[in-house]
């Protein structure tokens, strides 16, 4: 267990003493926590999954921080496989809250990369942890140009993948960012970013693992004598007489034949042809209201034959014994920590809140002094340039005042 307890008191002259007292009791399991402090490596495992293609890790802060001594790892190289993973205690999140959250910072500004996370049961083999290993949830952010930018909640049940149906977009900027998920015991979910919500909902709803309890009766056919015309031509109305002797165009009646026209030489003078005003096109009976029409027709709802309810789906972490990441990365740079799987949503936030948002507003700040920084540098560079481009043609000038005076000389 775990209690956070903070007390703040203070005093001002002439005023009364104000004292508050706020006392969080928290009492949370912790399945496995990684801040990638030194020796971090000994916890790790790099896999051999993809060979050469396998990219570097780094442990760094990164370029903009809160604390140069609080390290993630980051992605080292362009264009490679990440595969690493760490060894869990074996859990369950069977009656209980599971709580997977860790820190996401694309300091490189990714075009295109994978920065999601990963549980998976015991027994996968961690030298070849990779894209074929078995894994009961993936969550995190994925972003590849225009098209991808999306953050992935997929759970293993019996055996498939299945996707969330809802869109979460991710934050896409250079600054760390909190990545929550909760999954609770009443089959509901939320997805936090930064402590805030951005998504939540039902196991049910949201994702395919349970099939719907009533559907659309597949064998149901529509009756031949169902009518879906909301209007009907008009039997009473009739095409008037010598409406298709109309025609399509007629001489111009206000074409006079030009001055200087020559029939001997020019031809005989024909009119031009333009569009006839009374011209309506091919005639069409006008619309009425369809007496007949029933509306659109819908099969009937039955009983899924197919619907087996399942009151633990999300269940979905049996026996886990890892946790990894398995990325691609286009543009390497992407910095990892704060890693926490736990059983309380209020232990996890109180955590964050505590170690991870008083860096990032640090980290924000040093971020702004660094653009400010190279803005300054780039404006100085921008005078430099072109204060010599200024001096360079005003020697040219010069050059061309000292010509004219040679010649002035020479006359």
Same mark, same amino acid.
């Given at each position: 267990?775990?209690?956070?307890?903070?007390?703040?008191?203070?005093?001002?002259?002439?005023?009364?003493?104000?004292?508050?007292?706020?006392?969080?009791?928290?009492?949370?399991?912790?399945?496995?926590?990684?801040?990638?402090?030194?020796?971090?490596?000994?916890?790790?495992?790099?896999?051999?999954?993809?060979?050469?293609?396998?990219?570097?890790?780094?442990?760094?802060?990164?370029?903009?921080?809160?604390?140069?001594?609080?390290?993630?790892?980051?992605?080292?190289?362009?264009?490679?496989?990440?595969?690493?993973?760490?060894?869990?205690?074996?859990?369950?999140?069977?009656?209980?809250?599971?709580?997977?959250?860790?820190?996401?910072?694309?300091?490189?500004?990714?075009?295109?990369?994978?920065?999601?996370?990963?549980?998976?049961?015991?027994?996968?083999?961690?030298?070849?942890?990779?894209?074929?290993?078995?894994?009961?949830?993936?969550?995190?952010?994925?972003?590849?140009?225009?098209?991808?930018?999306?953050?992935?909640?997929?759970?293993?049940?019996?055996?498939?993948?299945?996707?969330?149906?809802?869109?979460?977009?991710?934050?896409?900027?250079?600054?760390?960012?909190?990545?929550?998920?909760?999954?609770?015991?009443?089959?509901?979910?939320?997805?936090?970013?930064?402590?805030?919500?951005?998504?939540?909902?039902?196991?049910?709803?949201?994702?395919?693992?349970?099939?719907?309890?009533?559907?659309?009766?597949?064998?149901?056919?529509?009756?031949?004598?169902?009518?879906?015309?909301?209007?009907?031509?008009?039997?009473?109305?009739?095409?008037?007489?010598?409406?298709?002797?109309?025609?399509?165009?007629?001489?111009?009646?206000?074409? %006079?034949?030009?001055?200087?026209?020559?029939?001997?030489?020019? *031809?005989? @003078?024909? $009119? #031009?042809? /333009? =569009? !006839? &005003?009374? +011209?309506?096109?091919?005639? %069409?009976?006008?619309?009425?209201?369809?007496?007949?029409?029933? *509306?659109? @027709?819908? $099969? #009937?709802? /039955? =009983? !899924? &034959?197919? +619907?087996?309810?399942?009151?633990?789906?999300?269940?979905?972490?049996?026996?886990?014994?890892?946790?990894?990441?398995?990325?691609?990365?286009?543009?390497?740079?992407?910095?990892?920590?704060?890693?926490?799987?736990?059983?309380?949503?209020?232990?996890?936030?109180?955590?964050?809140?505590?170690?991870?948002?008083?860096?990032?507003?640090?980290?924000?700040?040093?971020?702004?002094?660094?653009?400010?920084?190279?803005?300054?540098?780039?404006?100085?560079?921008?005078?430099?340039?072109?204060?010599?481009?200024?001096?360079?043609?005003?020697?040219?000038?010069?050059?061309?005042?000292?010509?004219?005076?040679?010649?002035?000389?020479?006359?």
């Amino acid at each position: 267990g775990a209690q956070v307890l903070s007390m703040a008191m203070g005093k001002g002259a002439g005023l009364a003493i104000v004292a508050s007292l706020l006392l969080v009791s928290v009492s949370a399991e912790v399945f496995f926590q990684e801040d990638f402090e030194d020796g971090w490596e000994d916890r790790w495992v790099k896999s051999s999954f993809k060979g050469g293609d396998e990219g570097d890790w780094k442990h760094t802060a990164g370029k903009h921080y809160g604390d140069e001594n609080n390290k993630g790892i980051q992605t080292g190289t362009d264009y490679r496989w990440y595969d690493l993973s760490a060894a869990t205690p074996d859990f369950n999140n069977k009656d209980k809250t599971l709580v997977l959250q860790y820190t996401v910072k694309h300091e490189q500004n990714i075009d295109c990369g994978g920065a999601y996370i990963k549980l998976a049961p015991k027994g996968v083999d961690q030298k070849k942890w990779g894209g074929d290993s078995d894994y009961s949830i993936m969550f995190g952010p994925d972003i590849c140009g225009y098209s991808t930018k999306k953050v992935h909640v997929i759970f293993t049940y019996k055996g498939k993948n299945h996707l969330i149906k809802k869109e979460i977009k991710p934050e896409t900027d250079v600054k760390t960012h909190i990545y929550t998920l909760i999954v609770k015991p009443d089959n509901t979910y939320e997805v936090l970013i930064d402590l805030k919500s951005v998504q939540k909902g039902s196991l049910y709803d949201d994702w395919d693992m349970i099939p719907p309890k009533i559907i659309k009766d597949p064998k149901a056919k529509k009756p031949e004598d169902w009518d879906e015309n909301e209007e009907i031509d008009d039997p009473e109305d009739k095409k008037p007489d010598g409406y298709d002797d109309i025609p399509k165009q007629i001489v111009d009646p206000d074409a %006079k034949k030009p001055e200087d026209w020559d029939d001997e030489s020019d *031809g005989e @003078w024909e $009119a #031009p042809m /333009i =569009d !006839n &005003p009374e +011209f309506k096109g091919e005639w %069409k009976p006008k619309k009425i209201k369809n007496p007949a029409y029933k *509306g659109k @027709w819908v $099969a #009937p709802d /039955i =009983d !899924n &034959p197919d +619907f087996v309810d399942d009151p633990e789906v999300y269940n979905v972490v049996k026996s886990n014994g890892v946790i990894g990441f398995e990325l691609w990365q286009v543009k390497a740079g992407t910095v990892f920590d704060n890693i926490l799987v736990c059983d309380d949503a209020e232990y996890a936030k109180a955590q964050a809140e505590k170690n991870i948002v008083p860096l990032q507003k640090k980290e924000s700040e040093m971020k702004a002094e660094q653009d400010k920084q190279e803005e300054e540098k780039r404006k100085a560079e921008e005078e430099e340039r072109k204060a010599k481009e200024a001096a360079e043609e005003d020697d040219d000038d010069d050059e061309d005042d000292d010509d004219e005076d040679d010649d002035d000389e020479d006359d």
